[in-house]
């Protein structure tokens, strides 16, 4: 019901209402006009005959005087006129005698009848005429006439009884009527205000029932359709696609750097990237094509009725021209790319599931690839699937048979080039690949979770392997640098099981420094803020690894209880030769100094890097100019070695 028809109905209703009281209003004053009318007239009447009656006597009286025939007949026939007036009277009043019409009939009928009768047929042995006959005939019609005006005086106070009566009823009906209408009228009301009530809990509901159905439709972010609606989309075009040749392709879309701009600019940036990227999208394909958000930074795109691979790799190159243009995000201007994975029907899979998997495994391909490019799927790419598997399933072994080794790779003071202490680098004794390095493995763990484990037992082997360095000879501020990643973080790394490890070893918390990522500090779990802030309360040192790389906004360092910023090999790399690079460097270390963070730079190559860093007055060094990561037993020769520790073998 709309409205527009509620308010008509209560117009209506209050319309009928008062026509009905306006209605009762008229018939009750047309009662209360037309009882005093009839009451009049009846009451005329009855004083006509009482009148007639007055009359009768007195022409009886002059007829018994005069003696004449003409009187005698003038009151003959008075008495039939009175007879048949009272007859007509009695008539008309039979069903509406409110005043006593039938009273004055009663009184003054049998008088009439005896006058009649003595007149005509005398009385004993009187003539009609005779004035004993007479005599009595006045007598009786006398006797009636005084009668009937005593009834006809009565008949004055009934009618102001009747009337008094009638007004009285009237009034109290008035009453009652309106009182009743105004109750109907209210309750009238009343049903239509319910009515708008619950029209609107129906229109609420259905709304709520709408957005339901759209909740679980669209995503509300970018208002595009969501896993669940694109599934069903792609599942109609397989259908379609068997009846029809035309081909259907399966565009996967990842961001490149989506993960970095949420961390480290937020989430607000973060949606705000996720919608111009959908609009983006939307601009780079045809109308009929069909666009959704599978979820995080992944978009999924169906074109349908394609006649050849080609038009699939022509929308994917325009998509990623679209995406490698600059976001304006409030204010800041940030690149984004994306990586895209092609799945075609029916040759790479002809049900959803595998269409979908297959284009999100040819997107880790592109992503491989370099990123900002896009793959079509192959069987290989299955393979590669299949080896993540394996590589899993090989890794839990090692972790149970002893496969995994720490090597250590030196950090040097840069003034005096002393020891200082030392980075724990995981590596694998592959049975049958030889050493495995972290790069090979770290990413698989870290995805399958793997991780959490491997990180605890590095932690425990190189507290236990460096333990005796710290009694022995080596720099008195010697320490033990330990990465941790994300992940572990993530699976609930915290005081408790950090001093259990101190504990069982023995190794002292003030000679442990943690390595952990930028993308950690950006994190928004407060747990995470806690953890670390437990962690230097027990005196571990923290340290930003690879410092530079993600997207760092500078001013959360001075919100974090870091200790040590490890600057990025990319940067260390070219320094010599990238001015860039070296500003930058210079800013870093100017801005650690500033906020008393101590500085290691991390990779260094070459004695032209090592003179620049020196230079610019970094604190510590490490890379393979001083010394790649050795075997744990290599570490006390090293350090006896020192000041000129330059030895280049090992992982
Ligand atoms: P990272 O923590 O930044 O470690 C430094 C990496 O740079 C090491 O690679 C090291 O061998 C390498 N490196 C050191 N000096 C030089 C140099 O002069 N030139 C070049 N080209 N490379 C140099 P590695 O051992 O392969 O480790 C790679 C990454 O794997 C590490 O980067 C770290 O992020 C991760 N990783 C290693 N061990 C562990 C571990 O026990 N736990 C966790 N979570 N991650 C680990
Ligand atoms: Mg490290
Ligand atoms: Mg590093």
């Known amino acids: 019901m709309r409205p527009y028809v509620s308010v008509g109905l209560v117009v209506l209703l209050l319309l009928g209402t008062s026509s009905v009281i306006i209605y009762f209003q008229k018939t009750l004053l047309e009662i209360e006009e037309v009882l005093p009318i009839t009451l009049s007239k009846q009451e005329r ?7 007639s009656m007055g009359t009768l006597v007195q022409n009886i009286g002059f007829a018994r005087a005069d003696q004449s025939a003409k009187s005698f007949r003038v009151v003959f026939r008075q008495t039939l006129e009175i007879e048949r007036h009272l007859e007509q009277v009695r008539e008309n009043y039979r069903f509406n005698d409110v005043l006593g019409a039938t009273a004055i009939h009663a009184k003054l009928n049998p008088a009439i009848v005896d006058i009649k009768s003595w007149l005509s047929d ?44 009638q007004s009285l009823r009237i009034d109290n009906f008035r009453g009652i009527m309106i009182v009743t209408l105004t109750a109907l009228g209210i309750m009238a009301i009343g049903l239509v205000m319910l009515g708008f009530r619950l029209q609107s809990i129906v229109y609420a509901l259905r709304e709520s029932e709408e957005q339901i159905r759209y909740r679980a439709n669209y995503d509300s972010l970018t208002h595009l359709p969501n896993r669940l609606n694109f599934i069903e989309h792609l599942s109609e075009a397989i259908s379609r696609g068997r009846r029809d040749p035309g081909q259907i392709a399966l565009l996967f879309i990842d961001l490149d750097r989506f993960k970095t701009i949420n961390d480290t600019l937020g989430h607000d940036y973060g949606d705000e990237l996720i919608k111009q990227v959908a609009s983006r999208i939307r601009k780079a394909i045809r109308e009929t094509d069909v666009v959704s958000r599978l979820g995080g930074d992944e978009f999924t795109v169906l074109l349908s009725n394609m006649t050849d691979e080609i ?85 839990r072994r090692a972790l149970i048979q002893d496969e995994l080794q720490i090597h250590f790779q030196p950090i040097l003071e840069m003034e005096n080039k002393a020891l200082v202490g030392v980075e724990a680098l995981l590596r694998w004794q592959h049975p049958l690949k030889g050493l495995v390095l972290p790069d090979e493995f770290i990413k698989v763990a870290e995805e399958t979770g793997l991780i959490e484990d491997i990180g605890l037992w590095v932690l425990q082997r190189a507290c236990e392997q460096a333990l005796p360095w710290l009694e022995n000879d080596l720099h008195p501020e010697f320490y033990l640098s330990i990465n941790i990643s ?88 070219d320094i010599v030769n990238n001015k860039n690079n070296r500003r930058l460097v210079e800013t870093i270390i100017n801005m650690a100094h500033g906020l008393e963070l101590v500085t290691i730079a991390e990779g ?48």
Do not use: W
Request: net charge negative.
């Open 45 to 51: 009447e009855i004083r006509v005959l009482v009148n």
């Open 122 to 165: 005398g009385l004993f042995n009187f003539e009609p005429t005779s004035a004993q006959t007479m005599k009595l005939a006045e007598t009786r019609a006398k006797q009636a006439h005084k009668e009937a005006e005593i009834l006809l005086r009565q008949v004055g106070e009934t009618a102001i009884d009747v009337l008094t009566k």
């Open 604 to 651: 260094v190559e070459t004695e032209e890097q090592d003179a620049l860093l020196s230079e610019l007055d970094c604190n510590m060094v490490q890379g393979y100019y001083y010394c790649k990561p050795v075997a744990a037993e290599e570490i006390r020769n090293l350090a006896r070695r020192t000041p000129d520790i330059r030895i280049v073998h090992s992982s």
């Open 311 to 395: 038009h699939a790799s022509i929308i994917a190159k325009s998509i990623l021209d679209q995406l490698s243009r600059p976001f304006q995000l409030f204010g800041h201007e940030v690149y984004s790319g994306a990586s895209i994975g092609i799945t075609v029907c029916p040759q790479d899979g002809s049900d959803t599931m595998t269409l979908l998997k297959n284009a999100d495994m040819a997107m880790y391909e592109a992503k491989d690839q370099g990123r900002n490019t896009f793959r079509f799927f192959t069987s290989q790419m299955t393979d590669r699937a299949r080896q993540f598997l394996e590589l899993d399933k090989e890794m």
């Open 486 to 573: 994300m992940r572990q973080f993530k699976g609930g790394f915290d005081r408790k099981q950090l001093l259990k490890i101190l504990d069982q070893t023995g190794f002292p918390a003030d000679k442990l420094q943690l390595e952990i990522t930028e993308t950690l500090l950006m994190d928004d779990d407060k747990r995470i803020r806690e953890v670390l802030s437990d962690f230097r309360e027990i005196g571990v040192r923290l340290a930003v690894d690879d410092f530079g790389t993600g997207y760092s906004a500078l001013s959360y360092l001075r919100e974090f209880p870091v200790n040590t910023l490890k600057i990025d090999r990319s940067f260390v790399h």
